[in-house]
């Protein structure tokens, strides 16, 4: 199956992004992503005779940890924009794993209607242009009565040191392609119950997960903060380094007026769990 491109420069970056920190992924600033994904899995709590699709399915942790199993009837599948993570995902394949892993768009899924019992989508949200638009593609995947179970990192739960870092790359003003600012908001319980709603599903419910971790200096916290999103590592990434090392001085300094929170991280992400109505 050939998949399209995308012409939005949003796109490519977010591609661009996952495609060369694959590899990492799962174990950047100390496992956060690897631990909100066992927790999205769960939360799905599928069943052996129940189908599963993971969508936005990544390096594969949450997919790995579904029970939808084949000879009961059931299947745990993975799908993902980019075959830099699927191949990660597929290494990371243990002997217990039922999962099936297929490259494909999220916003054209080509599975019948009501194919599945129960969909996953980790930490997608915010990388689509229009995420409403998935979740009705979802929706439409799913058997009346089936779940959704969503992530999405929560950016009113950062800490004063994280907003900091965006601040200090908001001056450099850089010209790279950020995704709409509202999405910024796609983390907040309010924001995805109303979301949801509109996407037809009912029975919402919402919970929260804040994993904290601290940086010892300016140069680890750039490091860990860097790849924490597309935009973030594109921007680093254009810097010379002497550019860099002038980004990490005004840091540290705005970083010293923070005292004890200086450098201090939070991992925090919201969950929601619904029904297709």
Request: net charge negative; hydrophobic share 45%; with cysteine.
């Amino acid at each position: 199956m050939t998949i399209a491109v995308s012409a939005d420069p949003f796109d490519a970056l977010v591609l661009d992004f996952y495609e060369r920190t694959a590899s990492q992924y799962d174990t950047w600033a100390g496992g956060i992503h690897a631990r909100a994904a066992t927790r999205l899995a769960e939360l799905a709590a599928v069943q052996p005779h129940e189908r599963a699709i993971d969508i936005g399915a990544g390096t594969g942790v949450a997919t790995h940890l579904l029970s939808g199993d084949i000879e009961a009837g059931g299947c745990s599948i993975g799908v993902d924009f980019s075959l830099q993570t699927i191949a990660v995902a597929e290494a990371h394949r243990t002997p217990a794993s039922p999962a099936q892993f297929l490259h494909m768009d999220a916003r054209r899924l080509y599975f019948h209607d009501a194919s599945f019992e129960v969909a996953l989508l980790g930490q997608l949200l915010a990388y689509l242009s229009n995420p409403l638009a998935v979740l009705q593609e979802t929706r439409r995947l799913l058997r009346p009565g089936g779940r959704v179970v969503i992530s999405c990192q929560c950016r009113s739960l950062c800490t004063p040191a994280q907003a900091l870092f965006f601040e200090r790359l908001d001056r450099l003003a850089l010209r790279i392609p950020r995704g709409p600012e509202h999405h910024s908001l796609l983390g907040e319980p309010w924001v995805i119950t109303e979301m949801l709603q509109d996407a037809g599903f009912v029975d919402i419910s919402t919970t929260q997960m804040v994993m904290g971790n601290r940086a010892p200096d300016a140069t680890t916290w750039v490091d860990v903060m860097s790849q924490s999103g597309p935009w973030p590592d594109a921007v680093m990434r254009l810097l010379s380094p002497a550019s860099r090392r002038t980004f990490e001085e005004k840091l540290d300094e705005g970083m010293q007026r923070l005292g004890e929170r200086a450098y201090g991280f939070h991992g925090a992400f919201t969950f929601a769990v619904a029904l297709r109505g």
